[in-house]
């Protein structure tokens, strides 16, 4: 089912294409760093060890990618991909400087060149959001991995708790949007950035969505710094 209201992907990757030279700088700042112990988290929950196979879908400039490849070791591999090319240009570097050797790849989430159960683990940080049919998307996760290995999903959601909340809320609506800008310049993708999370199904509505796929034996989220962002786990048949 596809979700009302659909992004469209031309836009996206234009926006994505016109906002990554400045992509880290951005994220490091409007997190404030933390967005990199999600990333770890994530990892660690994905149960990714020593010779492993990892797919990291819509991987940007290659955060996830790097942190799956520390945990699977030389013995592992892990490929990184992004429907937006120019989000894919600094990965390589990042990744030969940590003297990780990952393979950076374009492919569209909705459409993965790669066979059937080819992969332990797949994931997805930030980028759910941004596929027109996110079910369709969770769809060819599940169809790469193997059976009994996990689908691990890392994305922005709604603030429940009563102080905490209007706080972050104002914190993304008002002062995200224009520090996004004067960072990168695009001012414009923030404003997405803030729009697309705030309505971009979260918790039990999320996993509603991974169900629909009938691909997954179990699905749970984990909420993190409060509900600002959550982890999401499916386990393919």
Request: aromatic share 10%; hydrophobic share 40%.
């Given at each position: 089912?596809?979700?009302?209201?659909?992004?469209?992907?031309?836009?996206?990757?234009?926006?994505?294409?016109?906002v990554?030279a400045?992509y880290?700088?951005g994220?490091?700042?409007?997190?404030?760093?933390?967005?990199?112990?999600?990333?770890?988290?994530?990892?660690?929950?994905s149960?990714a060890?020593?010779?492993?196979?990892?797919?990291?879908?819509?991987?940007?400039?290659?955060?996830?990618?790097i942190?799956?490849?520390?945990?699977?070791?030389a013995?592992?591999?892990?490929i990184?991909?992004?429907f937006?090319a120019?989000?894919l240009i600094?990965?390589?570097?990042?990744?030969?400087?940590?003297?990780?050797?990952?393979?950076?790849e374009?492919?569209?989430?909705?459409q993965?060149?790669?066979?059937?159960?080819?992969?332990?683990i797949s994931?997805?940080s930030?980028g759910?959001r941004?596929v027109g049919?996110?079910?369709?998307?969770?769809?060819?996760m599940a169809?790469?991995?193997?059976?009994?290995?996990?689908?691990?999903?890392?994305?922005?959601g709604?603030?429940?708790f009563?102080?905490?909340?209007?706080?972050?809320?104002?914190?993304?609506?008002?002062?995200?949007?224009?520090?996004?800008?004067?960072?990168?310049?695009?001012?414009?993708?923030?404003e997405?950035?803030q729009?697309?999370?705030?309505?971009?199904?979260c918790r039990?509505e999320?996993?509603?969505?991974?169900?629909?796929?009938g691909?997954f034996?179990?699905?749970?989220y984990?909420?993190?710094?409060?509900?600002?962002?959550y982890?999401?786990?499916?386990?393919?048949?």
């Amino acid at each position: 089912m596809q979700q009302k209201h659909s992004p469209n992907p031309e836009v996206i990757r234009s926006m994505f294409s016109k906002v990554a030279a400045n992509y880290d700088k951005g994220n490091d700042i409007l997190s404030m760093g933390v967005h990199h112990l999600w990333r770890k988290k994530l990892v660690k929950m994905s149960g990714a060890h020593a010779g492993q196979s990892v797919l990291d879908c819509a991987t940007g400039t290659g955060d996830l990618a790097i942190e799956f490849k520390k945990a699977v070791g030389a013995q592992g591999a892990v490929i990184g991909t992004d429907f937006c090319a120019e989000m894919l240009i600094p990965a390589p570097a990042k990744a030969a400087a940590k003297g990780l050797e990952i393979r950076f790849e374009q492919a569209d989430v909705t459409q993965l060149q790669y066979a059937d159960k080819s992969f332990d683990i797949s994931s997805i940080s930030f980028g759910i959001r941004n596929v027109g049919d996110p079910v369709k998307g969770l769809k060819e996760m599940a169809r790469v991995t193997k059976s009994g290995g996990h689908v691990m999903v890392l994305e922005f959601g709604q603030v429940q708790f009563p102080v905490f909340g209007p706080l972050y809320n104002f914190y993304s609506e008002k002062i995200l949007p224009k520090l996004g800008g004067l960072v990168t310049g695009q001012g414009e993708a923030y404003e997405y950035l803030q729009k697309s999370s705030a309505a971009f199904p979260c918790r039990e509505e999320f996993l509603s969505l991974m169900k629909q796929t009938g691909d997954f034996s179990d699905v749970t989220y984990t909420s993190l710094t409060g509900g600002i962002a959550y982890i999401y786990t499916g386990r393919v048949r």
